[in-house]
T-cell receptor, first 112, second 111 residues
Framework: DAGVIQSPRHEVTEMGQEVTLRCKPISGHNSLFWYRQTMMRGLELLIYFNNNVPIDDSGMPEDRFSAKMPNASFSTLKIQPSEPRDSAVYFC??????????FGEGSWLTVV | DQQVKQNSPSLSVQEGRISILNCDYTNSMFDYFLWYKKYPAEGPTFLISISSIKDKNEDGRFTVFLNKSAKHLSLHIVPSQPGDSAVYFCAFRSNDYKLSFGAGTTVTVRA
């Protein structure tokens, strides 16, 4: 079974550039999460979608971050403009409203 | 997340011995508790869970204990194996389906 698929796996970009991270959740899952992992803050929830609708975006750090879920099989997390402090691993995860969420392998972002 | 504390950043254990990982929480609304395991360059993978109506759940070498009065969650791995070397995160769910994660404990199993 295909798990959560994220792209790109690695991205190195210059400060000020736009970054778009992509996610395909597990088929049939109706909840999607974007998490960010850093050394300082660990795993933090950025935004949570249910049935393609953003339910909680309180974790989105600032207006430079935006997320969309145009359909049940695709979501994007965009950073514009990117800054060096955005360097982190970004995880997408999905759930079928059960108790367990399943993570992708992450997108490793470096902003120089 | 300040509601979850995973105070031990690392743990080293001899192969064959028991590994014990601990988390404390403050939010009494948490109703489901999970442990995730993470290898380098991979996403966290679900390991074991327990609901708030139980105090113990066992799956092979892994046992999770929940002490609701103390707001304490633990994971026991016995016997520990070299393949268990990874980062372990405790996670807590409240009724809005969000998971709050601990900071992680890096477990190293020595051969």
């Amino acid at each position: 079974d295909a798990g959560v698929i994220q792209s790109p796996r690695h991205e190195v970009t210059e400060m000020g550039q736009e970054v778009t991270l992509r996610c395909k959740p597990i088929s049939g899952h109706n909840s999607l999460f974007w998490y960010r992992q850093t050394m300082m803050r660990g795993l933090e929830l950025l935004i949570y979608f249910n049935n393609n609708v953003p339910i909680d975006d309180s974790g989105m750090p600032e207006d430079r971050f935006s997320a969309k879920m145009p359909n049940a099989s695709f979501s994007t997390l965009k950073i514009q403009p990117s800054e060096p402090r955005d360097s982190a691993v970004y995880f997408c995860a999905s759930s079928d409203t059960g108790n367990t969420i399943y993570f992708g392998e992450g997108s490793w972002l470096t902003v120089v | 997340d300040q509601q979850v504390k995973q105070n031990s950043p690392s743990l080293s254990v001899q192969e064959g011995r028991i590994s014990i990982l601990n988390c404390d929480y403050t939010n009494s609304m948490f109703d489901y508790f999970l442990w995730y395991k993470k290898y380098p360059a991979e996403g966290p993978t679900f390991l074991i869970s327990i609901s708030s109506i139980k105090d113990k759940n066992e799956d092979g070498r892994f046992t999770v204990f929940l002490n609701k009065s103390a707001k304490h969650l633990s994971l026991h791995i016995v016997p520990s194996q070299p393949g268990d070397s990874a980062v372990y995160f405790c996670a807590f769910r409240s009724n809005d389906y969000k998971l709050s994660f601990g900071a992680g404990t890096t477990v190293t199993v020595r051969a």
